[in-house]
């Protein structure tokens, strides 16, 4: 039969898990949890830096796929019943916080690329230099923004052209990490 004291871990055990599951749903953009609701157990800057460090801690496990051992290891100073509380949550809501985490970076704007089109020029001449014989792009863009279609020209010279695909290259490997 389980003592006192064992009863009153498994309280707090069960009290923690629960809180845990709160700070998820808040990094998933649901209600967080309210200090109101443990009492005295925390001060006020006490509570804000739990909340913040458990967020910080399931947004970055989830955003790196940092493995079960990593995160267990970063929470060493804190009890291993505690630490492997946080990694059960952790595995039953990765696939949320991971869906959380996609959608906040995809709201990060409201506009979306939904065709293009493209020319290579070849510029021999301009007012100013008469003989310039200088490839251009013509990129045209159809961005939907709020609902409406808007369609955007760019011009490019071959290192404007470099800079662009080197930068989305780089937006790309970002995406490839989030997935």
């Known amino acids: 039969m389980p003592t006192v004291s064992s009863c009153s871990g498994f309280y707090k055990k069960h009290m923690f898990i ?71 949550v952790l595995r039953a809501r990765r696939e949320e916080i991971r869906q959380a985490l996609v959608e906040r970076t995809n709201n990060v704007s409201s506009s979306t690329l939904q065709d293009f089109d493209w020319q290579i020029k070849l510029a021999l001449s301009s007012d100013k230099i008469s003989f310039l014989h200088t490839p251009l792009l013509n990129l045209r863009l159809d961005v939907k923004e709020n609902g409406a279609l808007k369609p955007l020209s760019v011009e490019m010279n071959r290192e404007e052209l470099q800079t662009l695909i080197s930068s989305l290259e780089a937006a790309n490997k970002v995406v490839l990490q989030l997935k």
């Open 18 to 88: 629960k809180l845990l599951h709160w700070v998820v749903d808040g990094v998933c953009g649901r209600e967080p949890p309210r200090m109101a609701d443990y009492g005295n157990t925390w001060t006020l800057v006490e509570w804000m830096e739990l909340l913040d460090s458990l967020s910080s801690l399931f947004r970055l496990a989830v955003g790196k796929k940092t493995p079960d051992e990593e995160v267990l290891a970063s929470l060493a100073d804190v009890g291993s019943g505690y630490g492997e509380a946080v990694l059960t």
